[in-house]
């Protein structure tokens, strides 16, 4: 006899639904649940409710992506690529103490090359002030001239000229040389003394025995 | 110049899966693509990271976390501005689900009325409804694409199964009237 209303077997029935929609039921199992399906019409309808679900769910068609959608990617990707061809380095390399290494020995560089060409320029000034006949030089007020008198004018010989040359090439050929896996004592020795004069004589004994090097 | 990148081949292969789940999970053409496109761009960007035989399932892991995201800012928006959310997942009164008088209507009529019903389930649930019955993975792939035990993959499972069917015998019954 069929029944609608509700019994204890319908609890463990309706337990039991997913796992049968899903086929996990064991023989015995799925014998008690088709014999209790057969008796029992408000548990076949859920149960066939649940198929329905599952059927419908399952016919749900695979949306085809759209086009637009692809060239957008495609768009992103190229533009992404185009910047990494340009620009090889990535957001962390900027960080890294190479780099920073770098551009602390570029501004020393640019500083010690302004600072001497300002005193070579001094000095070729002054060379020429003296030597230049009386007409050719501009009429120097009386008060500019007494100052000029008062300041020591700067005398460099060739050996601070020399001296001066040789600092250039060392932080010249310090940069150069950062990029370079065999400078990386070099660079780590400058962090951890403070580029005292221990490390320009490390330089320098490096400078002279690439120097020595190359002209053999 | 991209036709042969290998990147842009999987992602051409599998693109129409992730798009499908978005759009499923997020009841939405524009989300889902917007979703979509930036799942694939991160793709993109991880390829080389990711494990070339766990490609589709890196890509469900992404989706269904993009998807999380944009549903989470829907509720943040709806209370900022209380709009109601009549056009938000998981708030759709139950009167607004199409009728589904049983084997009657037209595959169309019951594709609207599953996929209303599947907005009415929350999103942990639709997530692995769609997964599981549109998407036809197993419970051990939905729970390693969601980083969720095997236990409560079966348990959201289950709720959403039955909240489906609920709410679809609600409009049977209601249909039938």
Partial sequence: ?216 | MLDGSPAIAVMERHRNRVYSFCHYCLGSKEDAEDVAQEVLMRFWRNFETIDPGHYERWLMKVSANACKDVIRKRQTRRQVFDEGGHDLLGSRPDHQVTKWPGHQLAAREIRQSIEAALKTLNDTQRTIVVLREIQQKSYTEISEILDLPLTQVKVYLHRGRQAMRAVLARSREYGEI
Wanted: hydrophobic letters at 40%.
């Fill in chain 1, 1 to 216: 006899m069929e029944r609608s209303e509700p019994n204890s077997a319908c609890g463990w029935v309706l337990e039991r639904i997913e796992d049968a929609v899903d086929g996990e039921l064991s023989t015995i199992e799925r014998q008690a649940f088709e014999a209790h399906l057969s008796q029992c019409a408000g548990c076949r309808n859920e149960y066939a409710l649940a198929q329905d679900i599952q059927q419908a769910l399952a016919a749900l068609p695979e949306l085809p992506c759209p086009n637009e959608v692809m060239e957008r990617v495609r768009g992103r990707v190229c533009a992404q690529n185009h910047a990494v061809l340009t620009l090889p380095l990535n957001g962390r390399f900027w960080h890294t103490a190479w780099f920073q290494l770098a551009a602390a020995m570029l501004l020393l560089t640019s500083g010690l090359c302004t600072g001497y060409w300002l005193q070579y320029r001094s000095v070729e000034h002054t060379r020429f002030a003296r030597t230049a006949p009386a007409e050719a030089v501009m009429p120097v007020p009386s008060t500019e001239a007494q100052t000029e008198d008062r300041l020591p004018v700067p005398q460099y010989t060739r050996e601070d000229m020399k001296e001066a040359a040789r600092q250039l090439e060392l932080s010249l050929g310090l940069i150069s040389a950062v990029g370079k896996q065999s400078a990386a004592k070099v660079g780590e020795g400058i962090f951890r003394i403070g580029g005292d004069t221990t490390t320009i004589s490390v330089l320098e004994k490096a400078l002279n025995k690439k120097s020595s090097s190359s002209a053999t």
